[in-house]
């Protein structure tokens, strides 16, 4: 398990809801108590696959999703520093970008960063999505080796 207290990392997905909003301001108040940083996570969605039978359709494909992937992680960065811009000057930030399963993504970049503690918001733009397989924060609470704050 990751975890210690107080916490020097703090992990904050952020799919720029209203709950992940909270969850980061949070997350920075904590942060400034403790002289803790805090790692921004963005889990995009992923790009679909399809096989065409042409191997010209697919690099074509794969250059349109490169791009496409490109812009996803440059949009998502833009907006994250906008969050993240109040407190620059007085808590040391990471953000990154991942895309695929959000709770797979999420437990993948606690480990490889080293955080010891993850703080969330419980619920975000998930939706029907949710009722039907479970919230993110709800699946993280349980996979993650390390304590999972959820704000609500």
């Known amino acids: 398990m990751n975890a210690s207290f107080p916490p020097r990392r703090i992990l904050v997905p952020h799919d720029f809801s209203d709950q992940s909003r909270k969850a980061l301001t949070y997350a920075v108040q904590m942060a400034l108590e403790v002289s803790a940083s805090v790692v921004v996570l963005h889990v995009g969605p992923p790009i679909p696959t399809f096989a065409y039978p042409l191997p010209e359709a697919t690099a074509l494909q794969t250059a349109q999703w490169t791009e496409t992937l490109r812009e ?3 949009s998502a960065r833009l907006a994250l520093q906008e969050e993240i811009q109040p407190w620059v000057d007085r808590v040391e930030f990471a953000t990154q970008f991942e895309e695929g399963e959000a709770t797979d993504a999420i437990v993948r970049v606690l480990q490889e960063t080293g955080c010891d503690l993850i703080v969330m918001g419980s619920h975000g733009w998930t939706g029907l999505r949710r009722a039907i397989i479970g919230s ?5 609470a349980r996979r993650a080796q390390a304590p999972v704050l959820i704000v609500h």
């Open 72 to 74: 996803r992680q440059e």
């Open 136 to 140: 993110v924060a709800e699946k993280t």
